[in-house]
């Protein structure tokens, strides 16, 4: 798995949040379109958008068709739904879009940096801290998740099992310990994306087991 990191980052970017900086990085925009979104989350996330397959087939189908030889299907994917829709102006318009195309939330991900949580989708690293204590590990398309403690939280704790009051909180919304892959392991049903609301609460157990026993980890 390789670590993707920002290409131009910002000296004072560390006394801003993700969301304040990319709003600001908008609000400072001309043009707003696809290429210029792709590289303002590359910029301010490190997060590469040409690797998130959109959740939308038929859109992307129709992207496919009208712009046949893009090298950039995500920009193009962004250019299509600009057109057909409307032109985002600000910053949470534009987070709003991603998050329809691509299930991406960047303000759910912003706050991921300060609670100690790595992320791994969209066959990359989203967000990854020397010292963040668990892993949320999504395969393709978001359809299935697992969580797993990180290396510093092994090194430092002793074990390399969950706390067992997230495994009772992982456990009471569907997820199961898979013995295969040594993780506890949740796979959507319908075969679909895991919807907003059940990665928030897996989110929020994990933030809450963070809080009650390891903030001075």
Same mark, same amino acid.
């Given at each position: 798995?390789?670590?993707?990191?920002?290409?131009?980052?910002?000296?004072?970017?560390?006394?801003?949040?993700?969301?304040?900086?990319?709003?600001?990085?908008?609000?400072?925009?001309?043009?707003?379109?696809?290429?210029?979104?792709?590289?303002?989350?590359?910029?301010?996330?490190?997060? /590469? #958008? @040409?690797? !998130?397959?959109?959740?939308?087939?038929?859109? &992307?189908? *129709?992207?496919?068709?009208?712009? $046949?030889?893009?090298? /950039? #299907? @995500?920009? !193009?994917?962004?250019?299509?739904?600009?057109? &057909?829709? *409307?032109?985002?102006?600000?910053? $949470?318009?534009?987070?709003? #879009?991603?998050?329809?195309?691509?299930?991406?939330?960047?303000?759910?991900?912003?706050?991921?940096?300060?609670?100690?949580?790595?992320?791994?989708?969209?066959?990359?690293?989203?967000?990854?801290?020397?010292?963040?204590?668990?892993?949320?590990?999504?395969?393709?398309?978001?359809?299935?998740?697992?969580?797993?403690?990180?290396?510093?939280?092994?090194?430092?704790?002793?074990?390399?099992?969950?706390?067992?009051?997230?495994?009772?909180?992982?456990?009471?919304?569907?997820?199961?310990?898979?013995?295969?892959?040594?993780?506890?392991?949740?796979?959507?049903?319908?075969?679909?994306?895991?919807?907003?609301?059940?990665?928030?609460?897996?989110?929020?157990?994990?933030?809450?087991?963070?809080?009650?026993?390891?903030?001075?980890?």
């Amino acid at each position: 798995m390789k670590k993707i990191f920002s290409d131009s980052p910002q000296k004072d970017a560390p006394a801003l949040t993700k969301v304040a900086w990319m709003d600001q990085r908008i609000a400072s925009t001309e043009k707003i379109d696809g290429p210029t979104i792709c590289t303002v989350i590359r910029e301010v996330y490190g997060l /590469d #958008l @040409s690797k !998130a397959p959109l959740l939308d087939k038929d859109f &992307e189908k *129709r992207v496919t068709a009208l712009v $046949p030889n893009t090298s /950039d #299907l @995500s920009a !193009a994917a962004v250019d299509l739904y600009i057109e &057909e829709s *409307r032109k985002p102006q600000t910053g $949470p318009e534009v987070r709003a #879009l991603l998050n329809h195309i691509f299930g991406t939330n960047l303000e759910g991900i912003s706050q991921l940096h300060e609670r100690r949580i790595s992320l791994y989708s969209k066959d990359q690293w989203i967000v990854q801290n020397e010292k963040d204590l668990f892993i949320v590990h999504t395969g393709k398309n978001d359809i299935d998740v697992k969580v797993i403690p990180t290396p510093y939280f092994i090194e430092k704790t002793g074990t390399q099992q969950l706390p067992e009051d997230l495994q009772q909180a992982l456990r009471n919304l569907g997820f199961t310990y898979d013995e295969e892959i040594g993780a506890y392991y949740y796979a959507n049903p319908s075969g679909q994306s895991v919807p907003d609301p059940f990665k928030r609460q897996t989110m929020g157990a994990i933030h809450q087991t963070i809080q009650a026993s390891y903030t001075d980890l």
